[in-house]
Nanobody
Framework: QMQLVESGGGLVQPGGSLRLSCVAS????????IGWFRQAPGKEREGVAC????????NYADSAKGRFTISRDNDKNTVYLQMNSLKPEDTGVYYC?????????????????????WGQGTQVTVTS
């Protein structure tokens, strides 16, 4: 079973930046697609960005395009989410999750329900 631990959340003003990290242990990250999800108060959890096993394919929610960048360093078993130009509506708990994508390849855009391992989340608050 893979364990995931997120970090890097915090309180930031609108227009600011944060970089979230997701560190995996227990399994090599190479065989897993990774997604970042967020849940705002009173709302359902939604996908923000995801990356294929190699990082060669990425996908972003419309709300994240042009502002967020997902990247991964498989040697460090870590996936990052760089968030720039943050807005109050980006506030929420951010989770990373892993989707086994080998030997059977799966697109990282698969439904949340197919992701097998989840971190505990890190809080991001964007407010002036």
């Amino acid at each position: 079973q893979m364990q995931l631990v997120e970090s890097g959340g915090g309180l930031v003003q609108p227009g600011g930046s944060l970089r979230l990290s997701c560190v995996a242990s227990g399994r090599a990250l190479d065989y897993y697609a990774i997604g970042w999800f967020r849940q705002a108060p009173g709302k359902e959890r939604e996908g923000v960005a995801c990356t294929s096993t190699s990082g060669g394919v990425t996908n972003y929610a419309d709300s994240a395009k042009g502002r967020f960048t997902i990247s991964r360093d498989n040697d460090k078993n870590t996936v990052y989410l760089q968030m720039n130009s943050l807005k109050p509506e980006d506030t929420g708990v951010y989770y990373c999750a892993a989707l086994q994508s080998y030997p059977r390849f799966k697109q990282c855009t698969r439904p949340q329900s197919e992701y097998e391992s989840w971190g505990q989340g890190t809080q991001v608050t964007v407010t002036s």
